[in-house]
């Protein structure tokens, strides 16, 4: 018999940052993208999941989700505008909704859509924890599909990655999903996923499954479709699985990077962890801090990009920095070749790290360790990197990474 699903019980404040991923992934996190009619399509897609609203007398093969989420919304109290309480789309054809873009109605519908982020997120979490079941009832081997699940529902990061996967490319339940017999739904991703713990790696495998059953796709399908041009989008979305929960990703906050030549390629093999070495200013937010950096960066040192590849803000968000396959950045000598930056916001000389703060670093170094096969043991502090150069990380930040931070890692990984 089937076990019960192992639900976690998702905060409102990691709800939100679900949210705001998948808003990210489907509409680059736009307000445009709230009310868009893909080229070819016969409905629009709106809100973050792009819900699909069929003009009346248009019957495609996709599920209208529009509606229910309307109905979801007004069950919780929310007031949608008139627009989206008629029974079927009032725009006929995609001309006729984007010469409407401008307009009372839809000005109202976007607005509202933007204003109930959190409430569309509630809904693709009610629309998945409807779906598993399904899934699991379709599997030829029912039992690893549970277990995979269970995994991945363990953690809010594994949470993010069914929501979005699901939403993506679909249950894979359908045989209209496959290519020649072979599917990329979520079932096959699950059904792909090899044999792992729970938590970090759970996420990671799962990310990586999803590229191997995509890449099946587009091995399989038609070659009129010219599949292979969306291959590294899609692989990138599928690497936000295995991320940390509060990555900001480069589009996101804004990075504007010069060229980085194949001269400054290499291949990590180590992490090395540093502070700003400034005091903290709370009221300068971190993506207005980095943009600073950056441009500080490119004008008085000549440096292409960021010096760091990742940056942790006080409250725990974790920028993008510095492409991994290209080395950092450093006004101390020593050999940059294999290094990974890790930079938190902060003078911990003075100051102490945060806890928010401390969670992430975790999470960052475990992933790096998991997606470059690299040991926690070559954890390192700036200054022992370049002794005698530099205090960095500070004192407070080398109490842990001299400490106990290479076990915590070692811990996630299990």
């Given amino acids: ?90 725009w006929s054809s995609r001309q006729a909704f984007e010469q409407a873009q401008m307009s009372e109605p839809m000005l109202e519908l976007r607005t509202w859509l933007a204003a109930t982020v959190d409430l569309q997120t509630e809904f693709l979490v009610a629309r998945m924890r409807e779906s598993l079941p399904r899934l699991v009832a379709a599997a030829s081997d029912p039992a690893r599909v549970q277990r995979n699940l269970d995994k991945l529902l363990a953690t809010p990061n594994g949470v993010y990655a069914l929501i979005d996967y699901v939403n993506f490319k679909g249950e894979g339940i359908a045989p209209a999903e496959r290519y020649q017999g072979h599917g990329w739904g979520l079932l096959w991703v699950l059904m792909e996923m090899g044999d792992v713990p729970s938590g970090p790696r759970a996420a990671f495998e799962f990310a990586e499954a999803a590229k191997r059953c995509l890449d099946r796709r587009i091995a399989h399908s038609p070659p009129a479709r010219g599949e292979q041009r969306w291959k ?130 975790i999470q960052i170094l475990v992933y790096l360790c998991l997606r470059h096969n690299l040991d926690p043991g070559t954890i390192r502090g700036h200054r022992d990197e370049a002794p005698g150069q530099t205090t960095c990380p500070g004192r407070d930040l080398a109490r842990l990474v001299d400490g106990p931070l290479r076990d915590l890692v070692r811990e996630r990984l299990r």
């Fill in 232 to 361: 590294a989008g899609w692989h990138k979305r599928c690497d936000t699985y295995a991320l940390p929960l509060m990555v900001v990703r480069r589009e996101e906050w804004g990075s504007v990077p010069q060229p980085l030549g194949p001269e400054l390629e290499h291949i990590p093999n180590r992490l090395v962890v540093h502070h700003a070495g400034v005091p903290t200013k709370h009221e300068v937010d971190m993506a207005e801090k980095v943009r600073r950096l950056q441009l500080w960066g490119q004008t008085d040192k000549g440096w292409p990009d960021l010096p760091y590849h990742y940056m942790i803000a006080f409250d725990g968000r974790i920028f993008e920095g510095r492409e991994v396959r290209y080395r950092p950045e450093s006004n101390t000598k020593y050999d940059l070749n294999g290094v990974i930056n890790v930079e938190l916001d902060g003078d911990f000389e003075t100051e102490k790290v945060s806890p928010e703060q401390r969670e992430a670093l």
């Fill in 1 to 90: 018999m089937i076990a019960l699903l192992i639900w976690l019980t998702l905060t409102s404040f990691e709800q939100s940052w679900i949210g705001r991923k998948v808003w990210q992934n489907e509409c680059q996190g736009t307000l445009a993208g709230l009310t868009s009619w893909n080229e070819g399509e016969e409905f629009p897609s709106l809100g973050i999941g792009h819900f699909i609203w069929y003009p009346r007398g248009v019957k495609g093969p996709f599920v209208e989700s529009f509606p229910s989420f309307v109905r979801f919304a007004r069950e919780r109290g929310a007031r949608p505008p008139e627009v989206a309480l008629e029974p079927a789309c009032p």
